[in-house]
């Protein structure tokens, strides 16, 4: 049986359990003479059911299918003789075996591996059947179990919340390892990546050629790792993103807020935030197509020189795309500003710029400054626009019309095609990584730390 015909099922299954026992509590409440009578509410006692069919077999479901593949292959694997010894050459012979018990393999097959494919073929039925039986059987009987222990003065909304509860923890636990898991990958990866290089060569050094020679008269491989010129270009496009959407986004928010009416806000905020919405390849195609040919040709008829791939273009229009971003966050802290400070204000004898300048912005600016670091994070983090509109090279410049590279282009750079995780070139991705995610880390929790400092507490 597939997946996902299973996981039809199971929800059948859990629906039913709900339904009869939502039903048995309204029988119980009738006889008693009323649902106040019960324990908990009778949708409860459906919850308290559901949950006894559903969640155990979901857990013994997701336990199969992380296993199966392993337990399978370690199976199909021991039954061969003559394997190979690397993982590497396992690896290849497994995939031969998947190819062959799917029918993708042409030619002629050893006997000897028609027989593995033949198992491979074996054991998945036979174990799609066994997850199916296992899976069925545990939803019935412990909905069953559910429904014999039914009883009135069940407390069956203090045992769902219970459940739900740990749900919730174990949820909150799997962000928190997830990112636990992430630092702890990349920072591994680093550390073989600075027993080749020095942290301080990396840090300080300003010539980036992460090409490595292979052999010693070979031209344009001098395998530099010096990240200046990637921090410095990656600051540089972040900084004018930021020039054009801390501004512009927060002007936005001020007027949507405090003097749009009702219908023009109705209109004019969807419209803003279609921006959103928008892929980040289409914002490249812009700025490669429009916008970079257009700085260039002005920057020519005034006697300067631009390249057609500059930081500019790419942060002008990373600019826009954050715009959104911005004004949304800032528009959410204004309006949460409350309405008598303003009304305290204008009886005072203020104008409406004077409250809005000297009233709602101090009260929130907390909430704006973090929304436009959350805004730096996301704008350091950007790859696509930078990929097609401020190149590749890795330029120690400040000038903005010229070609610059960032981390995050250079990542996605070292780790496509075949590439070796031994050499310095690819672990050079993982350092560069480690940095990225510790700058966007520190600005995000500067930002919390600036909302929760300087959070004002309104009744």
Known sequence: ????????????????????????????????????????????????????????????????????????????????????????????????????????????ATPELQAAADRLNSLRSGASLLQAALTLILALGLGAFALLRFSPEL?????????????LLACACAAIFTTVGILLSVLFESLRFFQTVPVTEFLFGLHWSPQMALRADQVGSSGAFGAVPLFTGTLMVSAIAMFVAVPVGLMSAIYLAEYASKRVRALAKPLLEILAGVPTVVYGFFAALTVAPFIRDLATSVGLQASSESALAAGLVMGIMIIPFVSSLSDDVINAVPQSLRDGALGLGSTRSETVRKVVIPAALPGIVG????????????????????????????????SVTTVTVQIVTLLVGDQEFDSPKTL?????????????LVLNFIALHVVKKYREQYD
Not at 22 to 27: I, V, Y
Not at 36 to 52: E, F, I, Q, V
């Open 155 to 167: 407390r069956a909304r203090e045992k769902v919340e219970k459940v739900l509860r740990a749900v």
């Open 371 to 402: 929304g436009v670091l959350l805004a730096v994070s996301r704008a350091i983090g950007e790859t696509m626009i930078v990929v097609m509109a401020a190149g590749l090279a890795a330029n120690l410049t400040a000038n903005p019309l010229e």
């Open 428 to 440: 050079a991705a993982f350092a560069l990584g480690l940095m990225l995610f510790l700058s966007t």
């Open 1 to 108: 049986m597939q997946t996902p015909t299973l996981f039809a099922l199971l929800l059948l299954l859990v629906l039913v359990a709900y339904g009869t026992g939502f039903s048995r509590a309204l029988a119980a409440a009738r006889s008693r003479g009323g649902v106040r009578n019960l324990a908990s509410l009778p949708s409860y006692y459906g919850l308290h059911t559901a949950l006894w069919c559903g969640l155990p077999a979901l857990l013994l479901l997701g336990a199969w299918l992380a296993f199966d593949s392993a337990i399978i292959r370690a199976m199909v694997m021991n039954s061969i003789s003559d394997k190979p010894e690397t993982a590497a050459g396992q690896n290849l012979l497994y995939a031969q075996i998947q190819n062959l018990a799917a029918g993708n393999l042409f030619g002629e």
